[in-house]
């Protein structure tokens, strides 16, 4: 008498398709949000700044409140744009400063 052992790899048989968790209802959430663009953002701030901040995320994530509140933010919040030197200069009041050189030969080198 013989006896046959299968290893249970069968064209088409998947073990790790049956032992799959379903995603939670969190996971599916987060999923569908980041398809939608957002981003999960995790910050810390003080017990009494908690609700402010929830209701700026709330302002910006509300699509007929974006617009105005992203603006209000960044118009308080957001650096200046960067400046070269270049412009700086170019941009700085040179009235009354003397900017003529006298000619100067420079020192004495002994090669």
């Known amino acids: 008498m013989h006896l046959f052992v299968f ?5 088409g048989n998947r073990g790790d398709v049956m ?29 009494e700044d908690a609700s402010l901040v929830r209701r700026v995320a709330s302002a910006l994530s509300d699509p007929s409140r974006q617009a105005e509140a992203r603006r209000l933010l960044r118009q308080r919040f957001v ?3 960067k400046v070269s030197l270049k412009a700086l200069l170019a941009s700085a009041p040179l009235d009354g400063i003397d900017l003529d050189r006298g000619p100067d030969p420079g020192r004495e080198v002994d090669l």
């Open 7 to 11: 290893s249970g790899n069968v064209s």
């Open 19 to 47: 032992s799959r968790k379903p995603k939670s209802s969190l996971a599916t959430h987060r999923a569908q949000m980041q398809r939608r663009g957002f981003v999960r953002v995790e910050v810390n701030v003080r017990k």
């Open 79 to 81: 650096e200046p744009p």
